[in-house]
């Protein structure tokens, strides 16, 4: 099918969709301030809009809708609030918001339509906008693909504008004066003649007034807070102790559960002998699950302690039905994604003829490369709380989409969706794992079975690794031509393995899960780069696999910045240039990107030798990913013993995100990405061998300890960039890449395979 036709199916399918709905999408506003129904506040507090309350006090209590695990947006989000209404920020507190259609993330959603971060096309912009209004009409609350804050810029600056504003006409109200004679600041509002009232004394009048439609909101060159480091709201109660994550959760007269799943993919349970288990003591219940779109069959021991019931659990006697695919393993799953890379796939970027240009090429460089399956490995282990009574189920689960969690705890439960309530503590970790409901399946499933009674599930760690929806294993081919300069005149890249969003729509929404689904993000990374080359080609060949795959941090970008930044030290290296001045070249029409690698590479001394160590190869490399709106750069220091085995003890790192609000957290959750994609590129691999995942702890899935950490420089590049980056995840993608690269420049070898173990 040609460019010009896909175009042209693509603008029919958006137009007419347009159409459907077209109504809700571009003549109707969505009331982004309003009180979700059934809001009640505590006393001596006043809801201004649905995204904040004021006490009497003075305390500003703002609603966050995005789950905090570790990345700062229960601090990020109050503070766009904050800014706007001009309060103090000590009076700042935060509070999980409910699940309600007014906090979706449409932002999410309207990232996925799969065209490059700089098309500015008429079909583009259509694309995001009937994608943003979908998933506003859709209003599905969620965490991921660093959205968090870019979702909310707008409308949580407006709640604080107009909460400014509420009380502002209370005071002129209350003291007969015009508006215009009143200011504010740092909780108070003031007037020329000398009256003062806090903002306590101000927001039991101010929410019986009328939310403005329109607000002005700040120049951002008049911020007092935002671009400046704040103390982090979350830090205080996870310092001393009292934060509250889902494991810690304890109800009166609360049960444990533990649970085994199917060792093999897609089997079922075939027998089961309760006896010896029921017997234990302290065991309560035997609960079989069968497999659902969700969920593996699985089979669940609930007792009055979780050690009691995982005990219980292995005295079961289970025969399952391994199923067609007790025979997987990797070496063949290996070769079958090599026999794909010959085959035709999915075009995402065309740029000019690169068979032409290969045919009058003087050098040809290819090579192949490879990554494995990866588990999320997150520190607390996947658990679910649940209580089903009198027609109705309670919740609580650490967990990136509370109403997904909702919609699919009501179906376990045999309750309506309405009458499911989510508690959302603190997730020891998400990575995008807790954007699935499978835990939440089961535990809902096992509450039901004991009603009025509440069942905290908890896997253990071999379970978490052995049932996980992995990061997908991928394999990319690449061919690069050169001119008689050295320059690239061609390019193309194949790349075969899943889809993460098919998988995904797939548990959620089999019916609608389809091969012909687009999934940008099985070739970001690698079709949208910022490198300047007259000829481009980039495919993907749709691997279909029974292995469950999902997001993972920095999704497709984990994988393709590898793979690209790896290969084009190799294309530097065969056209005899520096990979710094190749990249220099390739980025003459991308000044941002540019900018980005030059601090990168001048903090980390890139032109310095690094000097000898008796007996150590040393070696330093760079790479450069964009990925969800931000630009980063990192520079890796590297020594090979004499045995091949690799020690990071040096990383610099430079990120343009347009506008760092908390430069403090920006840093963190660069240094956050690092080691997260350190583990992985050093030691992270799941394979299988006779249908079973075989690794099943921290031995055997190893991560970065604090003695091989590395010392981490993060410089934020200020670009003047008005837009905002997301940065979450954008840390992970360059740090393999950079580490191979300088592996290459000690050894002489290419890195190709991943983790740098790998044989």
Request: overall charge neutral.
């Amino acid at each position: 099918m040609n460019k010009l036709r896909r175009r042209l199916l693509i603008a029919a399918g958006l137009v007419g969709g347009a159409f459907v709905v077209g109504g809700y999408f571009f003549y109707r506003e969505r009331d982004s301030l309003r009180l979700p129904r059934g809001f009640a506040a505590p006393p001596n507090e006043s809801w201004l809009t649905g995204w904040l309350r004021i006490g009497t006090d003075g305390t500003v209590t703002v609603a966050v809708p995005r789950q905090e695990m570790g990345q700062g947006i229960s601090t990020a989000l109050p503070m766009l609030v904050a800014e706007e209404l001009d309060c103090d920020p000590a009076s700042l507190r935060y509070e999980q918001a409910p699940v309600d259609p007014l906090y979706a993330n449409a932002t999410l959603l309207g990232d996925a339509v799969p065209f490059r971060p700089d098309d500015v096309s008429w079909l583009a912009r259509i694309a995001h906008v009937t994608q943003f209004r979908f998933a506003e009409l859709l209003g599905v609350q969620a965490t991921g693909g660093s959205s968090g804050v870019r979702d909310a810029w707008l409308v949580m600056r407006h709640a604080g504008a107009a909460a400014r504003a509420m009380l502002v006409a209370a005071a002129a109200n209350r003291w007969k004066v015009p508006e215009s004679e009143i200011e504010v600041s740092q909780g108070a509002v003031t007037h020329k003649s000398g009256k003062r009232a806090g903002f306590g004394e101000l927001a039991a009048d101010a929410a019986q007034l009328p939310v403005p439609s329109r607000v002005t909101l700040k120049d951002p060159n008049d911020f007092r807070l935002l671009g400046k480091p704040q103390p982090r709201l979350d830090v205080p109660a996870k310092s001393d102790g009292s934060a509250r994550f889902g494991a810690d959760v304890r109800l009166p007269g609360m049960l444990y559960a533990a649970i085994v799943h199917c060792p093999v993919f897609g089997g079922k349970l075939k027998s089961l002998d309760p006896g010896k288990a029921k017997a234990s003591p302290g065991v309560k219940a035997v609960v079989e699950l069968a497999p659902t779109s969700t969920t593996e069959a699985a089979v669940a021991v609930v007792a009055d302690g979780w050690w009691r019931a995982k005990t219980a659990l292995a005295a079961l006697a289970i025969t399952w039905d391994e199923g067609a695919n007790a025979a997987l393993d990797t070496a063949r799953l290996r070769q079958s994604y090599l026999e794909l890379l010959e085959r035709s796939g999915r075009v995402y970027e065309e740029i000019g003829n690169t068979e032409d240009a290969f045919r009058t090429s003087s050098k040809t460089i290819e090579a192949t490369y490879e990554v494995p399956y990866l588990a999320h490995a997150t520190m607390e282990p996947m658990n679910a709380t649940a209580l089903v009574k009198d027609g109705r189920c309670e919740i609580w689960v650490g967990n990136q989409a509370p109403t997904l969690v909702r919609w699919f705890a009501a179906k376990a439960a045999q309750v309506p969706s309405e009458a499911v309530t989510v508690h959302t503590p603190f997730l020891g970790g998400g990575f995008g794992r807790r954007a699935e409901v499978d835990v939440a399946v089961e535990a809902a499933a096992i509450a039901s079975r004991l009603p009025g009674i509440p069942v905290q599930l908890l896997w253990s760690r071999e379970e978490d690794l052995r049932h996980d929806v992995y990061r997908p294993m991928a394999i990319a081919k690449f061919r690069c031509a050169l001119d008689a300069n050295g320059a690239i005149s061609a390019w193309h890249n194949r790349i075969a393995g899943q889809s993460c969003t098919q998988g995904l729509t797939a548990r959620l929404m089999p019916a609608a899960a389809s091969d012909m689904m687009k999934d940008k993000t099985v070739a970001e990374g690698a079709y949208d780069l910022p490198y300047a080359m007259p000829n481009r080609r980039v495919e993907h060949v749709l691997a279909k696999q029974p292995v469950p795959v999902g997001y993972w941090r920095s999704v497709g970008h984990s994988y393709n910045a590898f793979f690209v930044e790896a290969f084009l030290d190799e294309v530097a290296r065969a056209a005899g240039k520096d990979p710094v001045d190749l990249r220099r070249e390739l980025l003459r029409n991308s000044p941002r990107h540019l900018r980005v690698l030059e601090v990168a590479a001048k903090k980390a001394n890139w032109n310095t030798p690094l000097g000898t160590i008796s007996g150590v190869r040393v070696g330093r490399g760079i790479a450069l990913a964009e990925s969800f709106h931000s630009i980063v750069a990192q520079v890796a220091e590297v020594e090979v013993d004499g045995k091949g085995a690799v020690r990071v003890r040096r990383v610099v790192c430079a990120i343009d995100c347009g506008r760092a609000l908390n430069p403090d957290t920006v840093a963190a959750q660069m240094e956050s990405g690092i080691v997260f994609g350190l583990s992985a590129a050093l030691y992270g691999a799941i394979t299988l061998k006779a249908g079973r995942v075989e690794q099943s702890n921290f031995p055997d899935y190893d991560a970065v300890r604090m003695a091989d950490c590395p010392a981490i420089e993060v410089e934020i590049v200020a670009s003047g960039w008005k837009h905002l980056g997301g940065v979450g995840e954008p840390g992970t993608p360059p740090i393999a890449p950079a580490v191979a690269n300088a592996v290459f420049a000690a050894t002489g070898k290419p890195v190709r395979r991943l983790p740098l173990g790998a044989a």
